[in-house]
């Protein structure tokens, strides 16, 4: 006769549970539950008051408790899913439950039996610290743990220490547990990640060296220039399978054949150009600052020594650039969303920030937004190289690791033909890979039709209310375009608190109570402390 409620609190930040009488009305006293409970989805329990899921495993839970109990783990369990669903208990050792598989999403019922450990077949154990774990590298785990003889791989995901005022706590346990000498044997590596700090501390293994004793692997060819971009003093600790550049692009009869510049030369080629001409068309200060750091952090910020540069003439012309754009745009009825579309083609704005995953895919940019050549410019800095390079996947492996071959032995894989082959999204770093995919640019796109058969088609973009064809790019251009990506060996970098910084200073200088040269000097101490109390 009684229902249980839960309730967030006004912030969202904590969760209650709470008994309702359906008879009297009365509500009973509200409880405060886990502080982590919200990240995951919650049923009722049998034996326990809750059944708890997320992408990583099904946990129960008592109101009470101070931690939640995992009851299964996915990958641990070989099982290719990223959730359950209508759970039901049948005993201590067996529950009922619904999922899809992560290759074809085909439903499945299933009981899944508890196996002790004892029972599982004796194999050495390698730890796989992630923050998130995607689909990809969750079937690689469950297909290497099927059929490797020798290892077994098992994840620690530290989201799952995450909470819902504090989504940090993950990074904080994965330090913690470095700290205690407990580092993954793999760690998946994201922005967030203080890959410089382990390299300068000796906790990382050599990857370059692994590859070059790899008897299969130092026979392909990859691209330097990535392996460069990723590398510390001419030592690459990261597996790096795939890449995407960041760079500027513009008409190349407007920016002529240069390959980059400084921030000078930009700001004396918006002097020469008609009044109302937007440098890189709808942005703001803020945006502007997210830019310098996307393009030039490493530039301001050197990641292996600590040492800062924001107080440099280079940043102050930024500083001063800056104060030109809006502090926000407003689109109200009256914007003009024609002009938006053709804003590149008619010189309104020049310079366009270019997210390269696909070669094919630029044609949109070169033939459709600009309607002619572009240069890969980048942006604007001192040393005249401002593209980067990404990747939205790497790992890095622990030098003391017990079982460095093995480890090996699971993320030697990214790097082979196998999967270098069939990447999609991202752009693959073994060369002949690479270039094959560059070639394909200039063919016509195709799909195979119910019977196999080739079926080309033309590939168009919607401009002003009409459809204009893109016809496939030049050898020429193409050619040029896998010249400047393979040039590219610079990293992005971002921190969201040194962003914060230059946000929270820079204010001072638009509002004219500070010289950009003043601003630039605090943004430096501040920043050199920040980074001195985080290596």
Not at 6 to 35: C, F, H, P, R
Not at 253 to 271: A, I
Not at 354 to 370: H, K, P, W
Request: hydrophobic content about 35%; overall charge negative.
């Amino acid at each position: 006769g009684s229902l249980l409620l839960i309730a967030y609190n006004n912030e969202w930040t904590k969760m209650y549970a709470s008994t309702y009488d359906m008879k009297t009305g009365v509500q009973g006293e509200q409880v405060e539950l886990l502080g982590s409970l919200p990240m995951y989805n919650i049923y009722q329990g049998t034996n326990t008051d809750f059944l708890l899921t997320d992408s990583q495993g099904v946990y129960t839970y008592n109101i009470g408790d101070t931690e939640i109990t995992k009851l299964m783990d996915f990958v641990n369990s070989d099982l290719e899913t990223s959730y359950l669903r209508n759970i039901a208990i049948i005993d201590d050792r067996q529950f009922v439950a619904t999922y899809s598989d992560l290759v074809n999403w085909e439903p499945h019922v299933a009981v899944f039996t508890r196996v002790e450990p004892e029972d599982v077949p004796d194999k050495e154990v390698l730890v796989l610290g992630a923050y998130y774990l995607d689909s990809e590298v969750r079937k690689h785990v469950i297909d290497f743990n099927k059929t490797n003889t020798n290892y077994r791989i098992t994840v620690k995901d530290y989201s799952s220490y995450n909470t819902m005022d504090d989504y940090m706590a993950g990074y904080t346990q994965l330090n913690n547990d470095i700290i205690a000498g407990k580092m993954p044997d793999i760690l998946m590596a994201n922005n967030n990640v203080p890959v410089a700090n382990y390299i300068a501390k000796g906790l990382l293994a050599d990857v370059g060296k692994l590859i070059e004793n790899d008897e299969e692997l130092s026979q392909e060819t990859f691209l330097q220039n990535v392996f460069d971009a990723y590398s510390v003093n001419g030592v690459l600790y990261r597996v790096v399978p795939t890449f995407s550049v960041n760079t500027i692009i513009g008409k190349t009869s407007v920016l002529g054949e240069r390959t980059g510049w400084n921030m000078e030369e930009f700001m004396q080629l918006m002097s020469e150009q008609p009044e109302g001409t937007s440098s890189f068309g709808d942005i703001t200060r803020s945006s502007f600052f997210y830019q310098i750091m996307q393009y030039c952090g490493t530039d301001f910020v050197d990641l292996s020594t600590g040492k800062c540069k924001f107080d440099s003439q280079e940043f102050i012309n930024m500083l001063e650039f800056a104060k030109t754009l809006p502090e926000e745009i407003e689109y109200g009825e009256d914007y003009d969303w024609t002009q938006y579309e053709s804003q590149y083609r008619n010189n309104k704005t020049l310079l366009m920030s270019l997210y390269i995953y696909s070669i094919r895919d630029l044609n949109y940019s070169i033939y459709g937004q600009f309607g002619e050549d572009v240069s890969f410019v980048g942006f604007p800095n001192e040393n005249k190289d401002g593209s980067v390079v990404n990747t939205s996947m790497s790992f890095t492996l622990s030098a003391a690791s017990a079982n460095l071959d093995g480890a090996w032995e699971f993320v030697r894989y990214y790097l082979t033909d196998e999967y270098q082959d069939n990447i999609q999204w991202q752009l693959p770093v073994n060369k002949e890979a690479f270039e094959k995919i560059a070639q394909e640019a200039t063919q016509k796109p195709y799909y195979l039709d119910e019977n196999g058969n080739k079926v080309e088609y033309e590939e168009t973009v919607y401009l002003n209310g009409e459809s204009v064809p893109l016809p496939p790019m030049s050898q020429e251009q193409v050619d040029r375009i896998v010249e400047f990506v393979e040039s590219v060996d610079k990293v992005s970098y971002y921190n969201e608190d040194i962003q914060n910084i230059i946000d929270e200073e820079a204010a001072s200088f638009f509002a004219d109570h500070k010289t950009a040269a003043d601003v630039a000097s605090i943004i430096q101490k501040r920043v050199e402390l920040y980074v001195s109390e985080n290596q």
